[in-house]
């Protein structure tokens, strides 16, 4: 078996679907420009997404296996296809909610699938960690660049156009090459379930999972997270354009930020991590994340609109707002680390499974309450409601620490060497 083929497959796969599932902030924007939709039909695409992410990794994620974890990404790959050849063929907003409605399927099985690869690659702890932190890497570099490649096809000077759309030309073929390659890529996957157990047996072991005080407590932690993120993340297009006074294309230009912070924030958080405890680190980076938040949004009150806008006189908010992915970033990585590397690596793919569930669950309803206070009040309330979710992160954190040390009595430390 060739690891590093295996690993670049990976790379390729979360790259093209960190486009895709991160493309949503981008899409609202366009959609409520092109198809005349409001905010709250349009945050509906995110519940698109994350519902049937959910949904799905609930019923197949123990089941995955049994199934198979490179048949379910060549799976997960086949859909996705389909769909971003149907958005130029097929304009209009239920083609985009169809779209995300396939991202959220394939996503629970290329998501869970990875993850367990990654314990079947992973020759002990540190490694595991060091490879997600890479896999997570690589996942903020593909949504950097999908903030530039869709920039590039939206026409800013007519908002109303399908332009747009053809950048889903663009990312059906990125998703062929990535079928390709693994396809031609040998697995082993062997010694990642247990013999002997029935379908039935396989689903209640997951279940059985949530019993554990160390994994509800992470899984209120990850849903808590995914919340702060994609409300962020989804709704700062339409930030940087409605109350930045941006123009569209640069608006998810600028957004761009938020995804460069997140992916040096996890890239580099590793280095750190490794000499350092991860609670401190977290609890660091949150309450780093409230004062910028503080500090930022009353920059970006009152402004008024500029023609002649560019990079060089763009309201000084459009750039330090979004550096709050950099302190945002290592957040999941180490959580998820910690979690998996006290598990047996046949319990991977279902304690996955949970983890994409309420991270679906998470970002649905970060985007939704998001979207809703934006539209209802302004883009500074719906940002400053941030503060809110980072407070009771800091708190569930607390408890999901205290958890891993009755759960891990003589292994408390092992998390401080675990690469965000």
């Known amino acids: 078996m060739n690891n590093q083929r295996i690993l670049l497959s990976l790379f390729a796969i979360y790259f093209v679907f960190a486009i895709l599932l991160n493309s949503v902030g981008t899409v609202i924007l366009q959609v409520i420009n092109t198809y005349d939709v409001s905010k709250s039909a349009a945050s509906v695409l995110e519940g698109f997404k994350d519902i049937p992410i959910g949904i799905v990794s609930f019923l197949v994620a123990s089941q995955l296996p049994r199934f198979g974890f490179k048949k379910a990404m060549l799976a997960g790959l086949a859909i996705v296809t389909t769909a971003c050849i149907a958005m130029p063929l097929l304009p209009g907003f239920w083609t985009a909610k169809l779209l995300f409605l396939s991202v959220g399927v394939a996503f629970a099985l290329v998501k869970v699938a990875a993850y367990s690869t990654v314990g079947l690659l992973a020759r002990g702890r540190k490694e595991h960690a060091s490879l997600l932190n890479t896999l997570e890497g690589v996942f903020m570099v593909g949504v ?5 490649l869709f920039s590039v096809f939206i026409d800013s000077s ?4 399908t332009a747009w759309l053809s950048v889903y030309w663009v990312l059906a073929a990125i998703c062929i090459v990535a079928f390709v390659l693994l396809w031609t890529t040998k697995m082993d996957e062997s010694g990642m379930r247990v013999e002997g157990t029935s379908p039935r047996q396989e689903f209640l072991a997951m ?8 994994v509800y407590v992470y899984v209120v932690s990850v849903f808590i997270y995914v919340l702060i993120e994609q409300g962020i993340g989804s709704w700062l297009p339409t930030f940087n354009n409605e109350v930045l006074k941006l123009p569209a294309a640069m608006s998810v230009q600028a957004a761009s930020i938020f995804a460069a912070g997140l992916a040096i924030g996890r890239l580099g958080a590793g280095a750190i991590m490794r000499r350092l ?12 994340m409230a004062l910028l938040v503080v500090m930022t949004l009353p920059l970006s009150s009152n402004v008024q609109a500029n023609p002649d806008v560019n990079w060089f006189n763009a309201p000084i908010a459009a750039f330090i707002l979004p550096l709050i992915g950099l302190f945002m ?9 910690v979690i998996l590397s006290s598990l047996p690596k046949h319990q ?5 499974g949970l983890l994409v569930i309420f991270s679906a669950l998470g970002g649905t309803t970060g985007s939704l309450i998001t979207g809703t206070v934006f539209e209802v009040f302004d883009g500074q309330v719906a940002f400053y409601l941030s503060l809110v979710p980072i407070t009771v992160i800091l708190v569930s ?3 999901f620490r205290r958890a891993v040390e009755r759960e891990l009595p003589g292994d408390a430390e092992v998390p401080a060497n675990l690469a965000s």
């Open 207 to 214: 279940m059985k999972l949530m019993a554990k005080p160390l």
């Open 277 to 288: 405890h991860w609670y401190p680190v977290l609890n660091v980076c949150l309450v780093a």
């Open 348 to 352: 991977h793919a279902a304690m996955t």
């Open 397 to 399: 954190l607390f408890f």
């Open 144 to 148: 950097l660049g999908g903030y530039w």
């Open 158 to 161: 007519n908002p109303s156009s």
């Open 329 to 337: 970033a290592p957040v999941y990585p180490a959580i998820n680390s």
